[in-house]
């Protein structure tokens, strides 16, 4: 039987090509709150990190109502090293709205989750956004999004795709383009037409996949999950399938979603997405069933974690200074709390309690997690990011990204120039028909690490890059890492404009007069290949003895302020990032100038 009252869709694309912008206009069209419009953009963008960053961190649920049907919605993470997020939510809806931006087109994101909708067999709804834009080159997009169906082995149900246009932060859609969009109908024609409502057969015992997890102070663990088979009342006793082990549990609670919240029921019927409470140790990708005649669906499959950092207590001198957080075991109780909930990161916890690795998906996703952990009251260190390699054939694999870059035409030869340095592989050049040229690159993701500074430096900010897995292909050599050395301060103090104007012609300063810095802290760039040891806290020696020149000044150039994401693609191997609530500081591991000689590192003493 089919739930005819009742759609799930999911939505999916490459970074900023519109989706939660969409989702918005059609909760707007749909009239869900009364005051929606002093809710602002990006209604399901709640998290400051995604407000901040203007990307989807973690996927939403919402539903609204159009006709008499009720469509589930879900918004997925366009960034693939968010794709934990996107494998497990998909396996809750029928079908999918691709958005490509009209002047961009399919991007390596775009890849990355149409293949996972094609192969859990969903229906694609294709949709061109950013129709007004004056770059548009609709027809074009249209041809290389149907190129790429091929290139990922769509079946041929899958190719005869629908095509909409809109202009999602308009909130309009045509199906003609000489046909002037009014407002959102007839993408949500299409969707009640094109998306296949839930079946279920009645007869089917209670059968739910778990594909996401979250927490409420006064219900405790929530999860949440699609139910193909079956029906759940409040008070039923269920049977969990969680891995290998079986145990039985009882609903205490039965959500819906509702718009934007969830909403209290006493059922839940077959093809419903939904929530429910009681079962404190339900987790992602578990079985709910019924106990007399228990169904075992298939396990969640999440590709594995491609990069590994170190996390460490902080024992720098300012250890302890800023953070409300400070030991191993607050440190190890958070990552504990993130595996709960995020099946795309793995812990090694080592022999030593006061380290461990963390393993993601990519740079950006540990980058957030540290971000986030920070922002609650932590304060730890990190090790520079490392590529997690396989052993295949005797031969050694490490994971490759595809990597796309739109670059001004008169840079193109320096950044074709740093990516053979990376051991990057040209696939493809397209000539943008303007000022810019697009270049499509294989190339190992270590080649990455500490690229994206380069490539804007190199473009003076005009580039734009993006990247997403690919998997694992040999070993491709050694790769240059960062080529200058760095100044590393031999005093614990104050910073004084005195020395910073003495130091300031060697290199690249990270610190304003005044700041705090210690002994084995990283306080700037030189200009040379190799270290070089400075003392920022001089001070300038006073004397009753007057000087021609005592009024004249020296101009201070601004220290560079980097980012979380910047300073993890910066640092070394024998450096640290010092995290805490309120700073980010580079340091050496090893803190003491005379112990850095003996370790054979290369670095010279500029004297006091």
């Known amino acids: 039987m089919h739930r005819n009252d009742l759609r799930n869709i999911g939505i999916i694309a490459h970074v900023d090509h519109g989706k939660t912008t969409l989702v918005d206009a059609m909760m707007r069209q749909c009239k869900l709150f009364r005051?929606?419009?002093q809710m602002g953009d990006c209604i399901l963008d709640s998290g400051d990190l995604e407000r901040e960053r203007g990307i989807t961190i973690i996927s939403k649920?919402?539903?609204?109502?159009?006709?008499?049907?009720?469509?589930?919605?879900?918004?997925?993470?366009?960034?693939?090293?968010?794709?934990?997020e996107v494998e497990r939510v998909l396996r809750m809806v029928d079908g999918v709205l691709l958005l490509v931006d009209a002047s961009e087109g399919p991007m390596p994101q775009t890849r990355f989750v149409l293949k996972k909708a094609l192969e859990l067999n969903l229906r694609p709804i294709v949709v061109i956004n950013k129709i007004d834009r004056s770059d548009a080159r609709i027809q074009e997009v249209i041809n290389e999004t149907f190129d790429l169906f091929v290139e990922l082995d769509a079946t041929e149900e899958q190719l005869d795709f629908p095509v909409v246009y809109a202009s999602g932060r308009d909130g309009k859609a045509t199906m003609d383009l000489n046909d002037p969009p009014q407002d959102l109908t007839p993408l949500f024609q299409l969707m009640l037409k094109k998306v296949p409502a839930p079946e279920y057969d009645p007869g089917s015992p209670l059968s739910?996949?778990?594909t996401n997890i979250t927490h409420d102070d006064y219900i405790g663990r929530i999860g949440i999950g699609r139910m193909f088979g079956g029906q759940l009342k409040t008070g039923d006793k269920v049977k969990v399938f969680s891995g290998d082990d079986e145990y039985m549990g009882q609903i205490l609670k039965l959500f819906i979603f509702e718009a934007l919240e969830r909403k209290e029921v006493p059922s839940v019927e077959a093809g419903e997405i939904f929530a429910f409470a009681g079962i404190p140790a339900i987790t992602i990708g578990d079985s709910v069933t019924d106990p007399e005649r228990p169904v075992?669906?298939?396990?969640?499959?999440?590709?594995p974690p491609t990069v590994s950092m170190m996390f460490m207590v902080n024992d720098s001198p300012f250890g302890g200074m800023e953070g409300?957080?400070?030991t191993s075991n607050k440190l190890?109780?958070?990552?504990?709390?993130?595996?709960?909930?995020?099946?795309?990161?793995?812990?090694?916890?080592?022999?030593l309690p006061d380290r461990f690795t963390v393993a993601g998906r990519g740079e950006l996703q540990l980058a957030i997690l540290i971000e986030q952990i920070r922002r609650e009251g932590y304060e730890f260190q990190v090790s520079m990011p490392q590529v997690i390699t396989e052993k295949k054939g005797g031969k050694v694999l490490e994971p490759y990204e595809t990597l796309v870059l739109d670059v001004p035409k008169e840079y193109q030869g320096v950044v074709i120039n740093m990516l053979g340095e990376r051991r990057g592989t040209m696939e493809k050049m397209l000539d943008l028909k303007g000022a810019y040229v697009r270049l499509s690159y294989t190339i190992p993701l270590r080649g990455l690490f500490g690229f994206r500074s380069e490539f804007l430096s190199s473009t003076k900010g005009n580039g734009?890059?993006?990247?997403?897995?690919?998997?694992?292909?040999?070993?491709?050599?050694?790769?240059g890492g960062r080529r200058n050395g760095v100044l590393v301060s031999d005093h614990t103090g104050a910073v004084s404009a005195y020395a910073i104007a003495h130091i300031q012609d060697r290199g690249k300063l990270f610190v304003a007069p005044a700041e705090k810095v210690y002994a084995g802290q990283i306080v700037g760039e030189t200009m040379r290949d190799h270290d070089l040891k400075v003392n920022p806290t001089k001070e300038k020696h006073l004397s009753n003895m007057r000087s021609s020149t005592s009024e004249i000044s020296t101009k201070i150039d601004p220290p560079i302020q980097f980012a979380l994401d910047q300073f993890l693609d910066y640092i070394n191997e024998d450096e640290l990032l010092e995290v805490t609530p309120k700073s980010l500081r580079i340091r050496k591991r090893l803190l003491d100038f005379k112990e850095r000689k003996?370790?054979?590192?290369?670095?010279?003493?500029y004297g006091d």
């Open 464 to 479: 734009v890059m993006t990247h997403t897995y690919l998997g694992y292909l040999e070993w491709a050599g050694k790769i």
């Open 332 to 351: 190890r109780e958070r990552i504990e709390k993130e595996l709960r909930t995020n099946v795309s990161i793995a812990v090694d916890w080592g022999d």
């Open 208 to 210: 739910v996949l778990v």
């Open 296 to 303: 075992k669906l298939n396990m969640l499959t999440i590709e």
């Open 35 to 37: 005051n929606i419009d």
């Open 61 to 84: 649920n919402m539903s609204l109502v159009w006709k008499g049907v009720k469509i589930n919605i879900v918004d997925t993470p366009g960034h693939s090293d968010f794709g934990g």
């Open 324 to 326: 409300k957080f400070v």
């Open 598 to 605: 003996r370790s054979g590192r290369e670095e010279d003493d």
